[in-house]
Structure formats: structure tokens, C-alpha cells
């Protein structure tokens, strides 16, 4: 589902933000992507959606090769994704019916077929009797839990999240990754970038880490911190 | 159709238009101005050249015989320029209704009763069917036997065609001086528009919505500033003729411009799509460098 194949990243001021990675995704994992601040885990992200575009490398999502991709391609790239951010991204004056629809709505969907899908995802991600409300008026989980119905409201293959749970207490934290679970469950292939250690080491899922823009270890049912899983995979 | 789709696009539309309406009437505002010069430097260029139409019209070409011109050289004068097809008429002045003409014409200013012998030479007058062939046919009378001079105010038309051309210039300078000016305007408003809904655009980049589909409610936002401010000047410029316009025409008689120059509906037109084109090309070029970057 995802292959980056000798990928490097250097920014434009000279900063080298990954360097040589290999990384495997098959369809349907649960990933995360962990590492200090700055090793590069947004960046490995961004790549994926092309809001960054790799130095040197390969980059496979969901059969595209998004290293090549033309400008005018990548919105047909994006529609594949879904993704998530820490600071939510709600637009503040729309409802979360509202801010769940324009995904589908600005990408050019059929009233119809909007109508239904939004209260479909609503209903996953818990919030259908808040659907008239504005993220104002939402916790962070619940704002969080819009975000990620309007990620995945256009059917994705794979849900990208870049510190989920970043800005969220503890019981907000796990409310989302019990919905990020579940969506991975429905057959989503999930990737999270996270420096939260007790999600990590309470889900047990295939751990990636990052450490100065090369890939340290890759552990399947890993934990935060290195060395403490059960088998050592190296990809690529 | 699709009635929920359109309803969202003309929502967003709506909304950007609203949301700054004090820079969104700058840029309406500046688009009338810029509309009403145009419309008003297109109407006087149409008058003038109408003048200058109707002036030219009248010029005739004055062909002098020679004192001893035979009335057999003047009949095949008469005879080559009636088989002339860029001759209208030719008219027969002797020198004694010359005379009585300019006796009439200089009423009060010259004695004529002094003049003890007519020293005015007989002539014709011609008058061409098109302006422009009146050269040629001055060049053409001038080379036939008992033709002492030939004489058609050869300066004031070159005046007439200098003067238009310098009016033209200016106006041309001062019209796209203010469609830089409505340019900017709109620009700015769209580009303010963008800064506020950044975090839309943003969010619609991030779940793949296309770049036109971004654009156009600000393309649309361009061409409601170009339009209405259009519709404005048109407004006034309507009411500008129906006021003052008649005024003028009193005024100077002498003028002689026809009461409409040029027909209003179409103008009206022209002057419309011309402001809905500044606001589309402002829009365009502002929102396309938003998401160049």
C-alpha cells in the first residue's frame, strides 16, 4: 500500500530531514512512527501526501508514484488519503456536519451521495448527536473525532495522522485511538506519527522509529522505546 | 442538476463577497470610476470623429479657371468630372456669384463696393462622395488645361485627423493608468479575501480539491466586483445622458454632433463585459500566485 525505496528529504534551507529510508506498508497495517521531535516523522507524512516532495527516491501510495507525480495530479492523490493533524484544522464557522461535508463537497460529490456518506462516518466516529454544533462548542476529542470523520468521509485507503493526540488529555487520547483501531479494523491502513508512549506501548502495533531522518529500528508489536519488542523486522 | 451543489458554491461565493465590504466597495468603486472614463472617452471619440465626419463632409474642393479660360475648357472640365465616379457634384460658380458670395459672407468687414473690377476667377466646386478621395481628385482636377488652382483646405483637414489622434492618445494614457489602478484594487480585495479563508484553502488542497475548483469562487468574487462596478458607471453614465447630454447639445449648436454618436445599448455592453473581464483577471492572477506558493 505504501513503499518509499531509498528516499531522502532535503529542504530547501540545507536541511536534510530524512535521509535513505525504506519503508514497507502492506494494506490494512497499524503503524506508528516514532522518534524525538525533528527526526522526521511529519516529513515522512507530508511526503506521502505530497505536501512535500522527496530529493531523491521512490514513493509508492496505493499504486501512484507520488515522487513523480505532476502538480495537477496530486488532488486525485490526496483523495485516496485521509489525514489528521494535531491542531485538528476545523474550519470554525462551519457546524461538524458542516466541516464533514465540504470534504466531499469541495472535491465535487453528488448532494445525494454527501447526505449520506456524513451521517454514515458521524455515526462511526461517535458524533452524530453533535453534528449541529461548532468546534467551539466540541472538547478537543470531540473536535479531533470531527477530523477524523472528515478524513475518512471521502472512503480512503489509508488514514495518515500526524500527532493525533498531540493536544488531547489522557481520556480524550484514548477515546481516539480506540477510533483509530476501529477504522484500522474496517480494513484502513492506518500510519501515526506520535511521541505519546503510552498509546504506543498500550497498542502494541508495528512501531517505526525515526532518529535523525534515518530508520532506527522497526519492531512488529513494538514499544515505545527501543529494543523492548518481540521481533526486529528490517524493511525495504 | 445538482441544486445542493450549486447552493454551496453560491454560499461560499456569497460569503467571501461578504465578508470585507468595505474593500469589496474600494474595488467597486474604482471600477466604476475606471468605467465611467472609458465609457466617457469612447462617447466623445465617437462624437468627435462624428464632427469631424459631418465637417469633412462639407469640405468641398474649389477648382480655379485661369482669367482666360475658354468656356470649351470649362465644359471639359465640367464633362471629365461628371464622368468622375468619386465626384457627388460638381457645381458651376461664375466669378460674378462668387462675387455676390463673398459679399454676403464678409458682410460688414470688407467694402466690397471699393473693388472697381470682380477680381475673383470663376470656379467649381466640387464635392467627392467619400472625404479620403478628396486629394485625389484636387490631384486629378489640377493637371486639366484653363485650371489655374486647385483649393480644399488641405490644412485644416490634416488639423482635424492631428487633433483626433492626440485626443485619442491621451485618453488611451489616462484609461490604462486607471485599469492598472482597478487591477490593483480587485487584486488586493481577492487577496485579502484568500488571506481569510486560508485555512479553507488549505483544507480543501489537503482532501484534494482540484486548483479550479479552489479558484472559482474568487474568480467569481473578481467578476461580481468588475460587474456591479460596471453597472454602476453604466448607471451613471445613462443618467449623464439623459441630463446633461441634451444641455450640451444646446449649448453648441456649432458642434454639429449627431444626438447619438454611438448607440448606448451597445456600449452599455461592451463597458459590462470590460469590468466583469478587469475583476476575472485580477481574481485570476491573485489567487493563482495564493496557490503557486
Redesign the interface.
Given at each position: 500500500m505504501i513503499s518509499l525505496r531509498g528516499v531522502s528529504l532535503v529542504y530547501p534551507n540545507g536541511v536534510r530531514a530524512l535521509d535513505n529510508v525504506n519503508l514497507e506498508i502492506a494494506k490494512g497495517d497499524f503503524v506508528f512512527l516514532v522518534g524525538d521531535s525533528g527526526t522526521g516523522k511529519s516529513s515522512l507524512l507530508r511526503l506521502l501526501?505530497r505536501e512535500a516532495k522527496s530529493t531523491t527516491g521512490e514513493i509508492t501510495v496505493d499504486g501512484i508514484r507520488v515522487d513523480r507525480l505532476r502538480r495537477?495530479r496530486?488532488?486525485?492523490?490526496?483523495?485516496h488519503l485521509g489525514?489528521v493533524f494535531q491542531d485538528f484544522?476545523l474550519?470554525v464557522d462551519k457546524t461538524v456536519w458542516e466541516n464533514v461535508a465540504?470534504?466531499m463537497?469541495?472535491?465535487?460529490a453528488?448532494?445525494?451521495d454527501?447526505?449520506r456518506q456524513v451521517p454514515r462516518v458521524l455515526d462511526l466516529v461517535g458524533l452524530s448527536h453533535k453534528s449541529r454544533m461548532y468546534p467551539g462548542e466540541l472538547s478537543g476529542g470531540e473536535q479531533q473525532r470531527t477530523a477524523i470523520a472528515?478524513a475518512l468521509v471521502?472512503n480512503p485507503k489509508i488514514l495518515l495522522c500526524d500527532e493525533p493526540t498531540g493536544n488531547l488529555d489522557p481520556a480524550n487520547t484514548t477515546e481516539i485511538t480506540a477510533l483509530l483501531l476501529r477504522i484500522n479494523l474496517k480494513g484502513t491502513t492506518v500510519v501515526v506519527a506520535t511521541h505519546n508512549q503510552a498509546v504506543v506501548d498500550r497498542m502494541r502495533r508495528r512501531v517505526v522509529r525515526l532518529e535523525d531522518g534515518r530508520i532506527s529500528t522497526d519492531e512488529e508489536r513494538g514499544y515505545y522505546y527501543l529494543g523492548l519488542g518481540e521481533s526486529q523486522v528490517l524493511s525495504g | 442538476m445538482d441544486s445542493g451543489k450549486v447552493k454551496f458554491f453560491l454560499g461560499e461565493v456569497l460569503r467571501n463577497f461578504t465578508r470585507n465590504t468595505g474593500m469589496q466597495m474600494t474595488a467597486i468603486g474604482t471600477v466604476a470610476i475606471t468605467i465611467v472614463l472609458l465609457g466617457l472617452f469612447l462617447f466623445v471619440r465617437a462624437a468627435v470623429a462624428d464632427a469631424g465626419r459631418q465637417f469633412l463632409d462639407q469640405i468641398s474642393v474649389s477648382a480655379y479657371l485661369r482669367a482666360d479660360a475658354t468656356p470649351a475648357q470649362a465644359d471639359a472640365i465640367s464633362h471629365f468630372l461628371a464622368q468622375d465616379p468619386r465626384v457627388a457634384s460638381v457645381q458651376f460658380v461664375p466669378k460674378k456669384q462668387a462675387l455676390a458670395e463673398l459679399r454676403q459672407r464678409t458682410q460688414g468687414t470688407i467694402d466690397t463696393a471699393l473693388l472697381t473690377e470682380n477680381p475673383l476667377p470663376d470656379k467649381f466646386r466640387i464635392k467627392a462622395r467619400v472625404t479620403e478621395d478628396v486629394p485625389a481628385i484636387a490631384d486629378s482636377v489640377r493637371r486639366l488645361s484653363g485650371v489655374e488652382n486647385v483649393v480644399y483646405g488641405q490644412k485644416l483637414v490634416a488639423r482635424m485627423l492631428q487633433l483626433g489622434a492626440v485626443l485619442r492618445r491621451v485618453g488611451i494614457a489616462v484609461i490604462v493608468v486607471f485599469f492598472a489602478v482597478a487591477g490593483i484594487i480587485i487584486s488586493n480585495t481577492i487577496r485579502l479575501t484568500v488571506f481569510a479563508r486560508r485555512r479553507e484553502i488549505a483544507i480543501m488542497q489537503l482532501v484534494g480539491a482540484t486548483s479550479t475548483y479552489i479558484r472559482l469562487p474568487f474568480i467569481c468574487e473578481g467578476l461580481l466586483d468588475g460587474f456591479i462596478g460596471a453597472l454602476f458607471a453604466v448607471a451613471l453614465l445613462a443618467i449623464a445622458r439623459a441630463t446633461l447630454w441634451p444641455r450640451l447639445l444646446e449649448a453648441l449648436p456649432w458642434a454639429q454632433i449627431a444626438v447619438t454618436p454611438i448607440d448606448p445599448r451597445v456600449l452599455a455592453a461592451e463597458l459590462l463585459l470590460v469590468g466583469a473581464a478587469i475583476g476575472v483577471l485580477a481574481s485570476w492572477i491573485s489567487v493563482g500566485r495564493h496557490l503557486r506558493t
Open positions: 501526501y495537477n496530486i488532488p486525485a492523490l490526496r483523495r489525514v484544522k474550519l465540504f470534504a463537497q469541495v472535491t465535487g453528488h448532494t445525494r454527501v447526505m472528515r471521502n | -
